[in-house]
């Protein structure tokens, strides 16, 4: 099993930044990608920002320019740093880990709550 532990949520104004960071332990598959997720009251699920083992990056329209993800393999550890945060980025942040093996397999954080007030 794998365990997925984040920190660094918390509550900001319009224009601040925030560095969230999960920590993954147990039996990871070296090759995988690592990312963050939110989830707004009343909305769906989305990708926030993705980054694989290799380094490779995938981020959300929204975030392009103001978010950066980075990871420590070492540690297997995954980072989001927040900048010129909005209020529309007010939501629970999740942080996802997942690889193939023989199928896709998921594992979820257990969110982190994100406010930017006006």
């Known amino acids: 099993q794998v365990q997925l532990v984040e920190s660094g949520g918390g509550l900001v104004q319009a224009g601040g930044s925030l560095r969230l960071s999960c920590a993954a332990s147990?039996?990871?598959?070296?090759?995988?990608?690592m990312g963050w997720y939110r989830q707004a009251p009343g909305k769906e699920r989305e990708l926030v920002a993705a980054?694989?083992?290799?380094?490779?990056?995938n981020y959300a329209d929204s975030v392009k320019g103001r978010f950066t993800i980075s990871r420590d393999n070492a540690k297997n550890t995954v980072y989001l740093q927040m900048n010129t945060l909005k209020p529309e980025d007010t939501a629970v942040y999740y942080c996802?880990?997942?690889?193939?093996?023989?199928?896709?397999?998921?594992?979820w954080g257990q969110g982190t709550q994100v406010t930017v007030s006006s």
């Open positions: 147990g039996r990871i598959f070296s090759i995988n990608s």
């Open positions: 980054i694989t083992s290799g380094g490779s990056t």
């Open positions: 996802n880990l997942g690889y193939v093996l023989g199928t896709w397999i998921n594992y």
